[in-house]
């Protein structure tokens, strides 16, 4: 499994730690060991990736409450029961049903439903509650015939919209299958599992290891994998490369209950002696758990690195200096704490994409309202980071194009106002569209000035806040012009709460993007020697994904949240706490009216009826 850290030549990259999510810097470590780790959930991610699989999600449990029901009985009140659906591919797949709570027109129901949120993908929920008829209720939950029973109303909304809330509770008015306005709500309620957020962060250190060089020590780091029956180690975490000593010390790691399991789960600890080739040499192994290094860390002992050939010779010992459980915020946390993702968009309008008037053009309108390469990104993107954002204002630019008789490589798409803001996804694709009638494609292609425009935003908003993080979605057909610029710019920017989106449109060459997205462990290296402080990029070229199992939109997300962990965590922010209530104030989580679509909800204004928008409660 060594490959899944480092590959022939890439020294720098290999040498870091990964998935260890934790900070400091070790004794005795090269100059690359000083620089930040990697996401929590990284070296699971090697793995998966590597395999064809999906990386974990965070598992939410929904709860449920309703008020105000249609009573549909004569000489009682209706029994209530909900069912949850989620919609795929355009096909409802029931999740879940509640217990049915008889006589009630204000039920809370006990069962809660669990599903993964996945932060890459739109989850649309849809929510029936129905009468049981008394003739059923011996009649176990699963097993009742929806069609036996009446129809009380129906919501439906998006899980990203519940979860972004700062109680992370949503009011919903319930409608007809017709989709008429009926008397009740429901309100849902999204839990993220506590387990999740537990943590433990340990300091490691080992003592006369066995050298595998000849002219030099040994350069180790060791590597944590969780044992799973079906499928062998899966690595969770490996410290970075202690060069040249046979007594490391590592700087601390982070491990997530999610990564580890439970603290009786088997890990194997393996310690390697780093090779630039990729081929590192095993020193020895152990198998061990978290229970069991706890053990170590209170008798101060050791535990007995031996060779995986079955020797029982001693190759060195592991100690733990530190061993403390703490709670790690997760992504959800931030989110529902009132930080924010902002989105922005920047368009290739070079010549290489061909005259937009023909059909062969990658920018050529469909008549029949097909979109294009271009409109399917910003469409995709743009649908799932809308919730993220609460003014729904988005910078757009385009680059490459001839506009007022000169080559521009950052000019606003929204030409009728020059305002680089535009309103809402619609507002992107209503923009892009007019300046292929207004500006001239041209070239060549270069990234430098949007990056920078968007850095310039990213930097101004730390002056005011740090609860905002902005993400750069660039579309492009092209081979870069100004690849040494690009990687500058982007060197600079890894220090900002951005991360960069690039979809590769058409058939060129994009391997200058490859280099781009440090996929491979090595982070960008400027012109002036000076090393990415994390990875930003994530580069995806459409016409290799699209037709998959993962959409080229789930392609580009999946590695944003770590991002903005990686950000969030090395800077020691938190997410906002909420404040008491002020005396004499109720809160109640907000309302959306169901009846709206999914991909368009708004948040309406305290009213007589609806509920205090988290933007308008009194933290």
């Given at each position: 499994m060594g490959g899944c850290f480092s590959v022939a030549g890439d020294v720098r990259g290999g040498m870091e730690a990964v998935g260890g999510g934790g900070g400091g810097r070790s004794s005795g470590g090269a100059a690359a060991a000083q620089q930040q780790q990697g996401g929590p959930n990284d070296a699971v991610d090697h793995f998966f990736q590597a395999r064809g699989l999906r990386g974990l999600y965070t598992p939410v449990e929904l709860s449920f409450s309703a008020t105000k029901l249609r009573n549909m009985d004569a000489f009682s009140k209706s029994d209530p029961m909900l069912v949850v659906y989620t919609n795929i591919n355009g096909k409802l797949e029931e999740i879940g049903r509640t217990e049915v709570i008889l006589n009630s027109l204000e039920p809370s129901w006990i069962t809660k439903a669990t599903m993964s949120y996945q932060f890459e993908i739109v989850q649309p929920l849809i929510f029936r509650i129905y009468d049981v008829d008394t003739k059923y209720h011996h009649t176990p939950v699963k097993m009742l015939n929806l069609s036996q029973q009446d129809f009380l109303g129906e919501a439906c909304c998006n899980l990203s919209e519940i979860v972004t809330k700062f109680n992370h509770s949503l009011t919903l008015k319930l409608r007809s299958d017709c989709g008429h306005g009926l008397h009740g709500t429901i309100t849902v309620h999204a839990?993220?599992?506590d387990s999740s957020r537990m943590a433990i962060e340990m300091t490691l250190h080992c003592l006369n290891l066995e050298n595998k060089d000849v002219f030099s020590k040994s350069d180790p780091f060791l590597r944590l994998s969780k044992?799973?029956?079906t499928a062998g180690p899966?690595?969770?975490?490996?410290?970075?490369?202690?060069?040249?000593?046979l007594n490391p010390v590592w700087r601390p790691i982070t491990l997530t209950s999610q990564q580890y399991g439970s603290k009786d789960n088997p890990l194997l600890v393996e310690c390697f002696d780093f090779d630039s080739s990729g081929d590192h040499e095993l020193i020895g192994a152990f198998q061990t758990t978290i229970?069991?290094?706890e053990n170590l860390y209170t008798s101060k002992s050791g535990a007995i690195f031996f060779?995986?050939?079955?020797?029982?010779?001693?190759?060195g010992q592991l100690f733990v200096d530190k061993l403390q459980e703490k709670v790690q915020h997760t992504f959800l946390d931030y989110i529902s704490s009132g930080f924010e993702l902002n989105f922005m968009v920047a368009v290739d309008f070079t010549a290489s994409n061909g005259d937009p008037?023909?059909?062969?053009?990658?920018?050529?309108?469909d008549p029949s309202g097909r979109p294009n390469s271009y409109q399917q990104a910003i469409?995709?993107?743009g649908e799932v980071l809308q919730f993220y954002d609460t003014d729904r204002r988005f910078p757009a630019w385009g680059f490459g194009a001839k506009t007022q008789g000169h080559v521009s490589h950052c000019f606003n798409l929204n030409t009728a106002t020059n305002d680089c803001e535009v309103v809402g996804v619609e507002g992107i694709m209503s923009a892009y569209t007019s300046s292929l009638y207004s500006v001239s494609l041209a070239g060549p292609t270069m990234f430098g000035p949007v990056i920078n425009k968007a850095a310039e935003i990213a930097t101004q908003s730390l002056q005011y806040s740090n609860n905002k993080y902005f993400v750069l979605l660039i579309i492009t057909d092209g081979v870069l012009t100004d690849i040494q610029e690009t990687k500058d710019c982007i060197v600079r920017a890894s220090d900002l709460p951005l991360s960069i989106l690039i979809v590769g449109v058409g058939n060129a060459d994009f391997k200058q993007m490859e280099i781009l997205d440090a996929d491979n462990g090595k982070r960008l290296e400027s012109s002036t020697g000076r090393i990415a402080t994390r990875d930003i990029v994530q580069f995806v070229p459409m016409r290799e994904v699209q037709g998959g199992p993962i959409s080229v939109v789930q392609?580009?997300?999946?590695?944003?949240?770590?991002?903005?962990?990686?950000?969030?965590?090395?800077?020691?922010?938190?997410?906002q706490q909420q404040a008491p209530l002020l005396q004499g104030t109720h809160q109640r989580p907000s309302t959306l009216h169901s009846s709206d679509p999914p991909h368009s909800v708004h948040d309406p204004g305290p009213s007589t009826e609806e509920s205090v928008d988290s933007a308008d409660a009194p933290w």
């Open positions: 839990e993220e599992s044992l799973v029956e899966i690595p969770i975490c490996k410290t970075e490369v202690v060069t040249d000593n229970t069991q290094l060779s995986h050939k079955g020797q029982r010779k001693m190759k008037r023909i059909p062969q053009s990658l920018h050529y309108i469409l995709g993107v392609s580009l997300l999946e590695e944003l949240p770590g991002q903005f962990l990686q950000y969030m965590r090395t800077r020691g922010i938190k997410p």
